[in-house]
Nanobody
Framework: QVQLVDSGGGLVQAGGSLRLSCAAS????????MGWFRQAPGKEREFVAA????????LYADSVKGRFTISRDNAKNTVYLQMNSLKPEDTAVYYC???????????????????WGQGTQVTVSS
């Protein structure tokens, strides 16, 4: 089992920045690919970013590419999502997730992620 705790959400003005954190405990964190997903009100949960277990491979949704950066610190069992140039359409509950490194996890397939955080709310005002 891997337990994930998301944090760092909040209210920010458009153009601002936030950094989300996801602290992991349980099984060896470094064995897992990590992803961030988000769900806006009335919409389905969608893929945001993925990072391989080594940190060497990343994938971003087109909507966040160039603005968001996913990273990990395996020594701290933590994954981060740095969000810059935030837009109102980025408003959502953000979830981190963990799954074994695979093509599916690295292409953002949700069912490939076995463990999920509880979510943290990000609200971007215009």
């Amino acid at each position: 089992q891997v337990q994930l705790v998301d944090s760092g959400g909040g209210l920010v003005q458009a153009g601002g920045s936030l950094r989300l954190s996801c602290a992991a405990s349980g099984r060896t964190f470094s064995n897992y690919a990590m992803g961030w997903f988000r769900q806006a009100p009335g919409k389905e949960r969608e893929f945001v970013a993925a990072l391989s277990w080594s940190g060497g491979n990343t994938l971003y949704a087109d909507s966040v590419k160039g603005r968001f950066t996913i990273s990990r610190d395996n020594a701290k069992n933590t994954v981060y999502l740095q969000m810059n140039s935030l837009k109102p359409e980025d408003t959502a509950v953000y979830y981190c997730a963990a799954g074994f490194d695979s093509l599916a996890t690295m292409t953002g397939v949700q069912y490939a992620y076995e463990y999920w955080g509880q979510g943290t709310q990000v609200t971007v005002s215009s």
